[in-house]
């Protein structure tokens, strides 16, 4: 998956949008490494809350 499709995915949340910026401006692997954690834990809080709205209505 390519930046501009990661940025796509959840274009209107802020701390998403965040992440991405941080990630096109990371120098190191490790600060790319960590953003990519965080990037993954928000898309599982995300993509959960979004199945479980759905579930729930």
């Not at 949340?13 to 941080?22: G, I, L, V």
Request: hydrophobic share 45%; net charge negative; glycine share 4%.
């Amino acid at each position: 998956m390519t930046l501009p499709q990661l940025e796509a995915l959840y274009p209107e949340h802020a701390d998403w949008s965040s992440y991405c910026q941080q990630l096109h401006q990371a120098s190191n692997l490790s600060a790319m490494v960590l953003i990519a954690l965080q990037l993954g834990l928000l898309f599982a809080r995300l993509t959960l809350e979004t199945r479980l709205g759905k579930v729930s209505h």
